[in-house]
Nanobody, 115 residues
Framework: EVQLQASGGGLVQPGGSLRLSCAASGFTASSYAMSWVRQAPGKERELVAVVTRRNSTDYDDSVKGRFTISRDDAKNTVYLQMTSLKPEDTAVYLC?????????WGQGTQVTVSS
């Protein structure tokens, strides 16, 4: 069974950093593109970062230079390192992948950036 378990969120002051983790099970994450998506209250889901199975990466313009997506194949885990956090980064962050044509989502982890 494909499962994604996101963790690492929390409350952080503006300018701070957090590292989110997405632990995958039931499939080999390195064989698929993995994404981080966020959803703020009252807003649509927004693709934040993606890492392909060839390890190329892409980011939303709003996080370029501040966020880094990476993967640890030995741990079957994908990370999102977030630095220079801003209040507008506040959202629930979810990891996502598509395996054999089906889309799978983790449960989300809350990130709140506030002083």
């Amino acid at each position: 069974e494909v499962q994604l378990q996101a963790s690492g969120g929390g409350l952080v002051q503006p300018g701070g950093s957090l590292r989110l983790s997405c632990a995958a099970s039931g499939f080999t994450a390195s064989s698929y593109a993995m994404s981080w998506v966020r959803q703020a209250p009252g807003k649509e889901r927004e693709l934040v970062a993606v890492v392909t199975r060839r390890n190329s990466t892409d980011y939303d313009d709003s996080v370029k230079g501040r966020f880094t997506i990476s993967r640890d194949d030995a741990k079957n885990t994908v990370y999102l390192q977030m630095t220079s956090l801003k209040p507008e980064d506040t959202a629930v962050y979810l990891c996502n992948t598509q395996v054999r044509g089906e889309s799978y989502w983790g449960q989300g982890t809350q990130v709140t950036v506030s002083s």
